[in-house]
C-alpha cells in the first residue's frame, strides 16, 4: 500500500523523500488534533457540569467554547487528510490548498463563538442572575486555564514547526480561551469577596478580543488564499540555485505558486550567452529543473531564455551606458534580458520598477524615454516587469 501510494506521488511530480516528510508532516497535524479534541472534550464536561451548577453564564459559555474548539480540531484533522488527496485531471496540482479552507471555517468558528458570548454577556448585563461558586468549582476552572495554556502554546508551536494554518489558529484560539478562563476566575473571586458581580461584563470585553481575533485570523487566512508574495527566502534559495549553473549569468522574473503549504510551482528566465544552442538549452533547463526541485523543493513548470551579447564589444558598451542611466532612479530595482541588435537597430530589456513607486506605469515610460534619446537611430522595446519576490 505505501509502495503504491509513493509511485503515485512520483508520478504527480514528487519525490520519494518529499513524499515521506509530507507523510510525517499530516501525522504530526492529526496527532495534535487529536490531543486537541480530546483535551477539549473533557473540559467542556467538566465546566458544563460547573456551568449548570452554580448558574454561571461565563462558565457555560466557556464550556461551549471548548467543543467549538474539538469541533475545529475536528476540521483540521479533516481538511488535513483531504489535502493530501492526490492530483487528477480537474486538479492537476492537487488539493493542498483545502488546508487553507479548513483554516478559514476555523476562522468562522472563532469569530462566531465570539458573537454568540458577547449576546450572551450583554443579556446578562439587562438581566443579572447572582451566580453560586464553590471551590471545587473554582479549582476546575483554574485547571482548566492551565491546561489550555499548556495546549495553546503547543499546538501553536506544532501548528508553526509543520507550517499548518489551522493548528497555529486552533492554538491561538485555545491562547485566548485560557484568557476567558482566568478572567471567569477572577470574576468568581471578586464576588465571592466583595459580592460584586463582573462576570458579565468580563464576557462581553472578552467576546469583543475574541471577535478581533476571529476577524484577523480569517483576513489573514483569505490573503493567502488570494495569493500572497512568495516567501523571500525561498525565492531567493531558488535564484541562488539557478544562477550557481556557469552557463548562467543571472536568474529573472521569478513567479512562484503556491497549492497548499509547503506545495510551491514556479517559472523563471534565465540569461544565457547568445552562442548557445538549443540542444545545450534543453540540457541546461533540465538539469535546472532537476536541481531546483531536488534542493528548495520547487517544481519549476517553465524556464524562458534571454541571451546576452557576447560577439559584439560594442552592444556591451552599450548596455554598461544603459544600465548606469536607468538605474538612476531611485525605484527601478533592476533591468535585465537586455540585447542590442545593432543589425536592426534594435534595443530590448526589462526593468524592475518597485511597488513603492508614486506611479510605475509613469516612471517606466519616462525611463523608456530617456533611453530613446540617447540612442534615437534605435528602436527601443522595453518591458515593465514585476518582481514577485520583492521584500
Known amino acids: 500500500m505505501l509502495a503504491a501510494k509513493i509511485k503515485e506521488a512520483e508520478r504527480a511530480g514528487m519525490s520519494s523523500e518529499?513524499?515521506?516528510?509530507?507523510?510525517?508532516?499530516?501525522?504530526?497535524?492529526?496527532?495534535?488534533?487529536?490531543?486537541?479534541?480530546?483535551?477539549?472534550?473533557?473540559?467542556?464536561?467538566?465546566?458544563?457540569?460547573?456551568?449548570?451548577?452554580?448558574?454561571s453564564i461565563a462558565i457555560t459559555m466557556d464550556a461551549v467554547n471548548n467543543i467549538s474548539d474539538a469541533a475545529s480540531s475536528l476540521i483540521t484533522i479533516i481538511g488535513t487528510k483531504l489535502a493530501t488527496k492526490p492530483a487528477d485531471r480537474k486538479h492537476p496540482f492537487g488539493y493542498g490548498r483545502i488546508e487553507y479552507l479548513s483554516a478559514m471555517i476555523i476562522s468562522i468558528i472563532v469569530f462566531y463563538a465570539g458573537i454568540t458570548s458577547f449576546a450572551e454577556s450583554v443579556k446578562k448585563i439587562v438581566h443579572p442572575e447572582t451566580p453560586e461558586y464553590s471551590m471545587t468549582s473554582l479549582v476546575i476552572v483554574a485547571i482548566g486555564v492551565l491546561v489550555k495554556i499548556v495546549l495553546g502554546h503547543f499546538v501553536k508551536k506544532t501548528g508553526q514547526k509543520v507550517n499548518s494554518d489551522s493548528l497555529v489558529n486552533s492554538g491561538e484560539d485555545a491562547k485566548l480561551d485560557s484568557v476567558i478562563s482566568a478572567s471567569t476566575l477572577a470574576a468568581a473571586v471578586v464576588f465571592m469577596i466583595f459580592h460584586v458581580s463582573l462576570e458579565s461584563w468580563l464576557g462581553a470585553i472578552i467576546s469583543i478580543v475574541i471577535i478581533k481575533s476571529g476577524l484577523e485570523m480569517l483576513r489573514n487566512t483569505v490573503s493567502e488564499i488570494l495569493g500572497e508574495r512568495g516567501d523571500a527566502e525561498l525565492a531567493k534559495g531558488v535564484k541562488e540555485t539557478v544562477s550557481s549553473f556557469p552557463e548562467v549569468r543571472g536568474a529573472y522574473d521569478l513567479v512562484l505558486n503556491n497549492y497548499g503549504p509547503n506545495a510551491y510551482s514556479g517559472s523563471l528566465h534565465i540569461e544565457v550567452p547568445d552562442t548557445m544552442t538549443a540542444d545545450k538549452l534543453d540540457v541546461l533547463t533540465r538539469q535546472?529543473?532537476?536541481?531546483?526541485?531536488?534542493?528548495?523543493?520547487?517544481?519549476?513548470?517553465?524556464?524562458?531564455?534571454?541571451?546576452?551579447n557576447t560577439k559584439d564589444l560594442e552592444a556591451a558598451t552599450m548596455r554598461d551606458?544603459?544600465?548606469?542611466?536607468?538605474?538612476?532612479?531611485?525605484?527601478?530595482?533592476?533591468?535585465?534580458?537586455?540585447?542590442?541588435?545593432?543589425?536592426?537597430?534594435?534595443?530590448?530589456?526589462d526593468m524592475i520598477v518597485s511597488f513603492d513607486?508614486?506611479?510605475?506605469?509613469?516612471?517606466?515610460?519616462?525611463?523608456?524615454?530617456?533611453?530613446?534619446?540617447?540612442?534615437?537611430?534605435?528602436?527601443?522595446?522595453?518591458?515593465?516587469?514585476?518582481?514577485?519576490?520583492?521584500?
Do not use: C, W
Open 18 to 55: 518529499e513524499f515521506e516528510k509530507t507523510t510525517l508532516r499530516n501525522r504530526i497535524i492529526v496527532r495534535t488534533s487529536i490531543i486537541g479534541i480530546l483535551a477539549n472534550v473533557m473540559l467542556a464536561a467538566f465546566k458544563a457540569v460547573i456551568g449548570v451548577m452554580t448558574g
Open 357 to 391: 513607486a508614486k506611479d510605475r506605469t509613469a516612471l517606466y515610460h519616462e525611463v523608456t524615454e530617456e533611453i530613446q534619446e540617447m540612442y534615437p537611430e534605435y528602436t527601443v522595446i522595453t518591458a515593465l516587469d514585476t518582481d514577485f519576490s520583492e521584500s
Open 288 to 308: 535546472i529543473t532537476a536541481e531546483v526541485s531536488m534542493k528548495n523543493h520547487v517544481y519549476l513548470t517553465a524556464i524562458g531564455v534571454y541571451s546576452y
Open 321 to 349: 551606458r544603459i544600465r548606469k542611466k536607468v538605474m538612476e532612479h531611485e525605484n527601478v530595482m533592476q533591468m535585465h534580458a537586455f540585447y542590442a541588435d545593432r543589425e536592426r537597430k534594435v534595443i530590448r530589456f
